[in-house]
Structure formats: C-alpha cells, structure tokens
C-alpha cells in the first residue's frame, strides 16, 4: 500500500466531511465545529444494516446522502446503488448533485490516489450515471435515480437510499401513506443480497423527516434522531419565523422529530376524488396576504345540490398576494370560475378591482363574522361533505387539519369557510 493510497484512504474512512466539503459543500460542519456531518457520512457510507436517519430540515441530511453516494461510487464502484425519493422530478436535483461532486477536483484526486485512473463519467443522465470505474458487464447504471412509485420490474441493486419518500402529502392523505408505506416495501423485493463475507452492501438506508405518527417510517428502523437541539441548524432567525407560520403540529414535526397528538383536533383526514370536472364552473375565494408571516390562500368550491356534496381545490402561498396574481388568474381560467370573492376589510377593494381589470369576474365583501365562529360554523359542520381533488396544495389541507382556536396560521381554513358560506347561500337563494 502506497503512502498516499493510506492516507486517502484514512481520509474517506475518518474524515469524509473533509472529502464532502471538498466537493463544495462548504454549509457542511467542520469537525472541530461539530462532529455530526462527519458522523453522518460515516453512517451512511459504511452502513452495515438497514438504518434510519432522520434530522430536522435544513440540516443538510440530503447532502450527506449525495456526498455519500459519490464517495462510494469511487470507493466501492462494484456496487449498484439505487436512489429514491418521492416522484421521479424530485431525484433530478440530487443526481446532478453527484454528479457536481464526482466532476469535482477532489473526487478527480481521490480516484487517481485510489485506484491510479482518471475519473470519467461513461453514462449519464438526468436519472443515471456510470463512471469508468464501473465493471459490471450487465447493462445496469452504477447509480439509478427513481420516484418511488416507478416501475421496478426487472430491477436490482446492491444497496438502497431513500431520502424524504415521506413528504407534506403524506400528512394530508391517508391513501398517500399507505401507497408509500406499500412502495418501501416493495423496495426489498429488488435489493440483492449481501455476498457472504461482503460489507456495506445489501441494505436499505433511509434519511428523512417525520410528518405524521402512521407514515412510512414506522415500516423502518428504529431512527437516529436529530432535532434542532442537536443540530443547530438552520439559524435561530429562520426558527423563530418557521414557528410563527407553521402550525404547532407541523413545527414539532419536521423541527423536533415529534407528533403532537391528534386528541382534540377538529378536522379529521379529508376525502379526495380525482374527478376535476366537479369542481370546474364553481365559485372562488381568496384570503389575502398583505406582509407579515401570511399565507395568500385560494380556494375553489362547487357544490352537487342532488347530494349536498362540495367538490373543492385549494392552495396557499407564502407571499403577498400581488405577488400570486398570475396564478391567481391562470386558476380561475382553468377551473372555468364563475365568481371570485374577496374580503375588502383591509384594502378598501383594490385587489377586487386589480384582479377585475385582468377579466375576472369578482365580488368584494365585508367580512363582519368572527373568525372562529365561521370556521366552526360553516368549515366544521360541512367539513365530511367536502371531496378534495387530489391536486390540492398538501399545505393548504394541513393548515385545515392542524387548526386551532387563535393559533396561525389560520389563512386555509378561513379561506374555505368563507367559500363555503358564499355557497351555501348561494344554493339557498335558489330553493323556491
């Protein structure tokens, strides 16, 4: 063994954040700051058994898992590695990501002290790279990116990543968990197993973020667990903002790695159709952001008078509502929208007029009705008649589903019950 084949060795082993920094992930802690990204790499690149790792977000968990990927596309190029997260669009970024990291002086570096070649990508795709260091005479991609949801016939790898396959649509369906739930387990059906006498191959290694107490997670292995404590990540500024505009549930969620119990919420799991023709022709309304920690929400309602059924759509965005104008109007012409409505309480009727002078047909109203009491009143009471089209924004379901009396943010549900008011009057104006 050369003097610089142990030292490069010794490098990747103890120290791979040196290794991952060098790939230009300069966020990632230094050891002598903090030992955990260090350790992190070490897990995932040297994992013996399944594992979980899960972290608050913005931690840097995801750029761990690409960092690790190319490190052992160097080190170990005889294994096949597949990647999954929750659609095939997601993967995009995390496949360009290694492929940064083995385009990189330092991998260049490592690959020549390792094995005395330059490093070379033979293949390479939005889904798939090979390196020259890649031997296997079977046709398969040395990494393979896909949804999780894809097709896996015919596939096999010798090591499995999934990181984030559980997101916010899990928390707002139930059928969302159970089909990702179904998806992870099909994930062993395609991991070969571990050669006899072989390391760090044949197992299944998942990063990621709780989002609700009967999600995918309970299917892995028992996690490691790193809050915001723990990490001191992201800045306290963007912790304290991330407080005032995510639900209690939410925060404690994906920042503390927590569930708050469901006792008591008033909302229970909301009913999807995918049938969007039921809510075309209907009514919209928008609760507007105007600054400050407000979300502009969005709702589209239309109501089956034969089976006192609502079909609705809805969204929210975290901007003023200036700023959301253009999808604004692209909704209202996509869903064909009768009539939009908007509370002049706080902007005397400018956005009516704004969104008016765009051709849209809106109607400005006074909103005189406590919050609470018409969320209770009108949102609560039909809230098990309303089907969701399963294109819904997942936050703007959350927000219904996490609400609480006096507790933000509150913009979703206020939205849908003002909507709901709207229409329902609308219906009763009609009966003769």
């Not at 997670?217 to 991330?242: A, F």
């Not at 949102?379 to 009396?405: A, G, N, R």
């Amino acid at each position: 063994m050369t003097e610089l084949y142990g030292k490069t060795l010794d490098l990747i082993v103890n120290h791979p954040v040196e290794i991952a920094r060098g790939f230009g992930w300069k966020k990632l802690y230094r050891e002598e700051e903090s030992p955990m990204h260090n350790d992190w790499l070490k897990m995932l690149i040297f994992p013996e058994k399944d594992l979980l790792l899960m972290a608050n977000r913005e931690s840097y968990k995801t750029t761990c898992v690409i960092s690790a990927i190319a490190i052992r596309m160097i080190l170990m190029p005889q294994y096949t590695i597949a990647f999954f997260r929750k659609t095939d669009d997601d993967i995009k970024e995390v496949i360009n990501g290694v492929r940064k990291c083995l385009g990189s002086e330092m991998a260049m570096g490592i690959c020549h002290n390792l094995w005395g070649v330059e490093l070379e990508l033979t293949q390479e795709s939005t889904i798939q790279i090979t390196t020259n260091l890649f031997k296997q005479a079977r046709g398969s991609a040395q990494l393979t990116g896909m949804g999780i949801g894809g097709s896996l016939v015919g596939k096999h790898f010798d090591i499995i990543y999934t990181d984030d396959i559980v997101t916010n649509k899990d928390r707002a369906s139930r059928a969302e968990r159970e089909a990702t739930k179904k998806a992870y387990g099909e994930l062993g059906n395609v991991l070969n197993d571990k050669p006899v006498g072989a390391k760090y191959c044949g197992v299944l290694v998942s990063t990621g973020t709780p989002w609700h107490k009967n999600d995918a997670h309970t299917k892995m292995p028992e996690p490691l667990k790193y809050n915001i404590d723990v990490t001191g990540l992201p800045s306290r500024e963007k912790i304290e903002r991330q407080k005032r505009i995510l639900s209690k549930s939410e925060f404690t969620a994906n920042y503390y790695l927590e569930h708050v119990s469901d006792e008591g919420k008033v909302f229970t799991d909301p009913k999807f159709t995918k049938d969007k023709s039921r809510v075309m022709y209907g009514s919209m309304q928008i609760d507007c952001a105007f600054g400050g920690d407000n979300y502009t929400a969005l709702t589209i309602m239309n109501k089956e008078d034969a089976t006192e059924t609502y079909y609705a759509f809805g969204i929210v965005w975290d901007r003023h509502v200036k700023e959301c104008y253009g999808d604004i109007l692209k909704l209202y012409k996509e869903f064909k929208v009768d009539m939009c409505y908007i509370e002049d309480n706080a902007d005397k009727g400018y956005v009516e007029q704004e969104l008016d002078s765009m051709g849209m047909y809106c109607k400005g109203y006074h909103e005189n009705q406590n919050k609470h009491v018409k969320i209770q009143t009108h949102l609560y009471s039909l809230w098990q008649d309303i089907y969701w089209l399963d294109t819904t924004d997942p936050d703007y379901l959350i927000q219904i589903m996490d609400y609480e009396q006096d507790a933000e943010p509150d913009d979703a549900p206020d939205s849908c019950a003002s909507l709901l008011r709207e229409v329902s009057n609308m219906s009763e104006a009609f009966i003769i």
